[in-house]
């Protein structure tokens, strides 16, 4: 069956940093393309990057450019979102995604995500 779980998320302060995890289990990174979406309280979910399947990342977010970086561990099925430069505007529940052959920032065509992780930016 396949499984993302998201971890690392947490409180930290503005100006601070943060490194997501999703660990896939049920297939490998080669099988399926691997997104991070996230959704603030009162907003829509957003879509923020994507790896394909071949390792070329795609990025949907231009509030978050130059600040987040995806990358992706093959060996531990693993897919990471580095976020520097946090503002209070990240604060927001960061979920992973997965089951679509190829990236799409439309989150109604990934059809199995994790169950979130809170990243809250404060002082």
């Known amino acids: 069956q396949l499984q993302v779980v998201e971890s690392g998320g947490g409180l930290v302060q503005p100006g601070g940093s943060l490194r997501l995890s999703c660990a896939a289990s049920?297939?490998?990174?080669?099988?399926?393309?691997m997104a991070w979406f996230r959704q603030a309280p009162g907003k829509e979910r957003e879509g923020l990057s994507c790896?394909?399947?071949?390792?070329?990342?795609?990025n949907y977010a231009d509030s978050v450019k130059g600040r987040f970086t995806i990358s992706r561990n093959n060996a531990k099925n693993t897919v990471y979102l580095q976020m520097n430069t946090l503002t209070p505007e990240d604060t927001a529940i960061y979920y992973c995604?997965?089951?679509?052959?190829?990236?799409?920032?439309?989150?109604?065509?990934?059809?199995?995500w994790g169950q979130g992780t809170q990243v809250t930016v404060s002082s």
């Open positions: 790896f394909e399947r071949s390792g070329r990342s795609v």
């Open positions: 049920g297939f490998t990174l080669d099988d399926y393309a």
């Open positions: 995604a997965t089951g679509v052959r190829s990236c799409t920032n439309s989150q109604r065509f990934y059809s199995y």
